[in-house]
């Protein structure tokens, strides 16, 4: 399912987009369509529902929609278990990448401030933040699990909490219902 993408260290941003575009939004479509959804590997917290639509049960790659509540205003620093590049559909994301280093957290590159149409890939051994508006959507590839665990920090570089398990206790699972006004929602403000 992944078309190469986690085949290479370097992301290649230009063939992503090319995927995303021939294969991954008309797999989105057709998931919405049919109301075509994961309910055992998808979740949501009070600042974000992850959808998942698509599994490769060979690779363990998945295509997830992420509708953002906007909440999270400060976020923690943090990095995942897996690479991903992630699309945003609707709404705005301000990304900020980080080292970690002697002293706590340091910004290596200036913001990202993406819209719709826009791509960025994170690599599992990557920390950064991700602020979203309250309308953002985003269309995430989420490679093959890497790690263990994945780490959140605050502000001042302390560990907040490291998550091992496959389902954090703060997650709530989705019901049909929730997922598909999701989808309508989805359907008739991005298709139509």
């Keep these: 399912m992944d078309a190469g993408l986690f085949s290479s260290d370097a992301p290649d941003l230009d063939k992503a987009s090319e995927v995303f575009a021939a294969h991954y ?11 075509r959804w994961f309910p ?5 917290n009070p600042f974000l529902t992850k959808i998942v639509i698509a599994v490769d049960p060979v690779t363990d790659v998945e295509l997830r ?4 509540a906007g909440k999270d205003k400060t976020p923690n620093v943090h990095d995942h278990r897996w690479s991903f ?13 980080y080292a970690k280093g002697e002293q706590g957290f340091v910004q290596t590159k200036k913001a990202e401030r993406l819209g ?16 979203a508006s309250d309308d953002s959507v985003t269309l995430l590839l989420r490679g093959p699990r890497r790690k263990d ?15 091992a398990s496959p389902r954090e206790d703060d997650q709530t699972t989705l019901c049909a219902a929730t997922v ?7 359907l008739t403000s991005l298709f139509n």
Aim: with cysteine.
């Design 180 to 186: 598909g006004g999701y989808f309508a929602a989805i």
């Design 85 to 97: 590049y992630s699309m945003v559909i609707s709404g705005k994301i301000e990304h900020v990448r």
């Design 40 to 44: 055992e590997r998808s979740e949501s």
């Design 116 to 131: 719709a149409g826009d791509i960025y890939y994170m690599g599992e051994d990557e920390f950064h933040t991700a602020v």
């Design 65 to 68: 929609l992420h509708i953002y």
């Design 25 to 35: 939004l008309p797999c989105l479509r057709e998931a919405i369509a049919a109301v």
């Design 149 to 163: 665990a994945w780490e959140m920090y605050n502000a001042e570089g302390d560990l907040v909490r490291e998550f």
